[in-house]
């Protein structure tokens, strides 16, 4: 059965750090593309940052310089390190796992990451 699990959200005040996880099973992990969305009340789903499988990076205007994506394809799972978090990157954050080639794509549940003091 194909799943991504994600795990770190929570509440944390402007300023502050979290990690999110998407641990995978299912797939090969290796060989798909790794990305991180979210959604915000009353807002469209939207990209935040995205790692390939042959390690090319790209992220949102919104979060360069705060947040890094990273993959451990030992562990089958891909963090999302966000740093000097601000109440505008409030919003629930999925992982999203995609083989473009064979039109393959699943997606987490989602995790609530909540920015306020």
């Known amino acids: 059965q194909v799943q991504l699990v994600e795990s770190g959200g929570g509440l944390v005040q402007p300023g502050g750090s979290l990690r999110l996880s998407c641990a995978a099973s299912?797939?090969?992990?290796?060989?798909?593309?790794m990305g991180w969305y979210r959604q915000a009340p009353g807002k469209q789903r939207e990209l935040v940052a995205a790692t390939t499988s042959s390690g090319s990076i790209n992220y949102a205007d919104s979060v360069k310089g705060r947040f890094t994506i990273s993959r451990d394809n030992a562990k089958n799972t891909v963090y999302l390190q966000m740093n000097s978090l601000k109440p505008e990157d409030t919003a629930v954050y999925y992982c999203?796992?995609?083989?473009?080639?064979?039109?393959?794509?699943?997606w987490g549940q989602g995790t609530l990451v909540t920015v306020s003091s």
């Open positions: 299912g797939i090969i992990f290796s060989i798909y593309d």
């Open positions: 999203n796992a995609d083989h473009v080639a064979w039109d393959l794509e699943v």
